[in-house]
């Protein structure tokens, strides 16, 4: 996908917004109208939530998903629903091959990726002394992989076309906090900040801004374990200030700030969503 080099700078000029009240009292927003987006591990989670906001404010939304198909067709479902328009592409972050199909979807269904919001992640426990080396390459492949490549492929059709953009990617405050137990995950996760800071400066003279979110405690299904362990979830509670999990609405809200015009001129930062848990966390 290599493509001549520019100096010209895209056009980033804010573009007005516009909005109408629906029948629940909420403003509805068109501001990604002619925006096209891609979510990875949209069928279920942050993912699920985060595409269906985008698709919800005027967003044409690649739902990208692995394994099951269900949850991605609800995700496009919910996006028509609300008038938008998605497309399920079965994509595993891991491979490159898919990677690229994944973006090129994009451009021969929409005409553009404008959006790209990395958000497949998974985990797996064990302690440091007994991972497995097949563990920790299947953690990093996912987690900070998927998302190095992903972005390169999102970014050369950006650059060809002399276009600006947002990169979104979902972290965690473990890129920053310590995580007994989970340090493959951690590591993935704090390359990912490095890879987020190191892009914001590369890719800014291409008018493409680089943020991450960092959820905490979100009740999704990667959180499966600890929402069925209620002695463990009763003391977790009592370290979030806010007295509650976060829900993926909590994020997807964030993500869609940070894919606007009204963020056009934020890049380079990791913005937290963990209902004040880093600032009063206790190991449990």
Same mark, same amino acid.
């Given at each position: 996908?290599?493509?001549?080099?520019?100096?010209?700078?895209?056009?980033?000029?804010?573009?007005?917004?516009?909005?109408?009240?629906?029948?629940?009292? @909420?403003?509805?927003?068109?501001?990604?109208?002619?925006?096209?987006?891609?979510?990875?591990?949209?069928?279920?989670?942050?993912?699920?939530?985060?595409?269906?906001?985008?698709?919800?404010?005027?967003?044409?939304?690649?739902?990208?998903?692995?394994? $099951?198909?269900?949850?991605?067709?609800?995700?496009?479902?919910?996006?028509?629903?609300?008038?938008?328009?998605?497309?399920?592409?079965?994509?595993?972050?891991?491979?490159? =091959?898919?990677?690229?199909?994944?973006?090129?979807?994009?451009?021969?269904?929409?005409?553009?990726?404008?959006?790209? @919001?990395?958000?497949?992640?998974?985990?797996?426990?064990?302690?440091?002394?007994?991972?497995?080396?097949?563990?920790?390459?299947?953690?990093?492949?996912?987690?900070?992989?998927?998302?190095?490549?992903?972005?390169?492929?999102?970014?050369?059709?950006?650059?060809?076309?002399?276009?600006?953009?947002?990169?979104? =990617?979902?972290?965690?405050?473990?890129?920053?906090?310590?995580?007994?137990?989970?340090?493959?995950?951690?590591?993935?996760?704090?390359?990912?900040?490095?890879?987020?800071?190191?892009?914001?400066?590369?890719?800014?003279?291409?008018?493409?801004?680089? =943020?991450?979110?960092?959820?905490?405690?979100?009740?999704?299904?990667? =959180?499966?374990?600890?929402?069925?362990?209620?002695?463990?979830?009763?003391?977790?509670?009592?370290?979030?200030?806010?007295?509650?999990?976060?829900?993926?609405?909590?994020?997807?809200?964030?993500?869609?700030?940070?894919?606007?015009? &009204?963020?056009?001129?934020?890049?380079? $930062?990791?913005?937290?969503? &963990?209902?004040?848990?880093?600032?009063?966390?206790?190991?449990?």
């Amino acid at each position: 996908m290599a493509g001549s080099e520019s100096n010209s700078r895209p056009n980033t000029h804010l573009k007005p917004r516009t909005g109408t009240v629906s029948s629940t009292g @909420v403003k509805a927003m068109n501001r990604f109208q002619g925006k096209v987006a891609i979510v990875t591990g949209a069928g279920s989670g942050i993912g699920q939530g985060i595409a269906k906001r985008l698709g919800c404010e005027g967003a044409k939304v690649i739902v990208d998903y692995v394994g $099951s198909p269900d949850g991605a067709h609800e995700t496009e479902e919910a996006i028509e629903k609300a008038g938008g328009e998605g497309k399920v592409v079965q994509a595993d972050v891991t491979r490159l =091959n898919d990677v690229e199909c994944l973006v090129a979807t994009a451009w021969d269904q929409f005409g553009s990726a404008d959006i790209l @919001v990395n958000n497949a992640g998974m985990e797996k426990k064990s302690d440091f002394l007994e991972t497995l080396e097949s563990d920790y390459e299947q953690v990093m492949a996912v987690n900070l992989r998927g998302p190095f490549f992903l972005t390169q492929a999102f970014v050369r059709r950006l650059r060809d076309a002399k276009k600006s953009g947002r990169v979104i =990617n979902i972290s965690s405050v473990h890129e920053d906090m310590a995580f007994p137990g989970f340090a493959s995950y951690c590591c993935s996760k704090g390359g990912l900040r490095m890879l987020m800071r190191n892009l914001a400066v590369e890719l800014g003279p291409l008018g493409i801004t680089v =943020n991450n979110v960092a959820p905490g405690a979100i009740e999704t299904p990667i =959180n499966k374990a600890l929402l069925a362990d209620k002695p463990k979830l009763d003391a977790l509670l009592k370290n979030i200030p806010l007295g509650r999990l976060g829900e993926p609405e909590d994020v997807a809200g964030l993500v869609a700030f940070l894919a606007s015009d &009204d963020a056009s001129y934020i890049t380079g $930062s990791t913005f937290v969503v &963990d209902g004040g848990l880093m600032r009063n966390y206790r190991e449990q």
